[in-house]
């Protein structure tokens, strides 16, 4: 069965710091999926990484993959208010795309 | 243009009761999911349609859930004799097409409720 591991599962930072959220899978994947949720909304896609060594980027967020590690990483650059989200990732597993497990979220606040 | 659409965005229900929770997928997507997310946590997978057949409906938790996809767009996800365990919301998604490239778009959710 496969399972996704996020941490830490709360962090508060302040504004204008780094900090990076980490998670890990169990069984072979290579595609996994970082996504925004705001408090009572959606889910938000943030990134698609498909092979080992992938890293996006987009604005103060970058995720990279490592599928040898199964890790995920998603850095936070400095830090603003508006990043304030919880965060999940999510794996597919070997049977084919659709079927995403996903972590439990790591709920991001910023303060002032 | 429009996104994913669902309805009802609440449902409060009692125990034993039958609901329909409905989903209206991005126009053209042949892809369409279920999931179910409990507070606190991340969406859980039910199943997922590739056109009108269920691809994989692996996730269901038992035979009182069931979802349709009659003619490829709108799916409705349908649960019997519900139980308090039920309550969650339920999120609906859909992409272009079934790969593992393709973005999947969430609609708002429907929050369940069973008394």
């Known amino acids: 069965e496969l399972k996704v591991e996020q941490n830490p599962l709360f962090l508060s930072m302040q504004e204008g710091k780094n900090y990076t959220i980490y998670c890990n899978y169990s069984?072979?994947?290579?595609?996994l999926y970082w996504y925004r949720q705001d408090p009572g909304k959606s889910l938000e896609s943030l990134f698609v990484?498909?092979?080992?060594?992938a890293v996006k980027q987009e604005g103060r967020l970058m995720a990279s993959l490592d599928t040898k590690a199964r890790l995920s990483t998603l850095h936070i650059t400095a830090a603003v208010h508006d990043l304030s989200a919880t965060y999940f990732c999510?794996?597919?597993?070997?049977?084919?795309?659709?079927?995403?497990?996903f972590g439990d979220g790591t709920t991001l606040t910023v303060k002032p | 243009g429009a996104g994913v659409s669902q309805t009802p965005s609440n449902k409060v229900t009692e125990k034993g009761k039958y609901v329909e929770l409905r989903c209206d997928p991005i126009?053209?997507?042949?892809?369409l999911y279920w999931y179910r997310q409990s507070l606190g946590q991340g969406p859980e997978f039910l199943i997922y349609?590739?056109?009108?057949?269920?691809?994989?409906d692996s996730g269901l938790p038992n035979d009182r859930f069931f979802a349709v996809r009659p003619e490829g767009s709108v799916s409705t996800l349908k649960i019997q004799r519900t139980e308090r365990g039920d309550s969650a919301v339920y999120l609906c998604?859909?992409?272009?097409?079934?790969?593992?490239?393709?973005?999947?778009?969430f609609g708002p959710g429907t929050r369940l409720t069973v008394l």
């Open positions: 998604a859909s992409s272009l097409r079934w790969t593992n490239t393709d973005t999947q778009y």
């Open positions: 069984t072979t994947s290579d595609r």
């Open positions: 990484l498909l092979s080992n060594g």
């Open positions: 999510a794996v597919d597993g070997v049977t084919g795309a659709g079927k995403s497990t």
């Open positions: 126009s053209g997507h042949t892809a």
């Open positions: 349609f590739q056109g009108t057949g269920a691809a994989d």
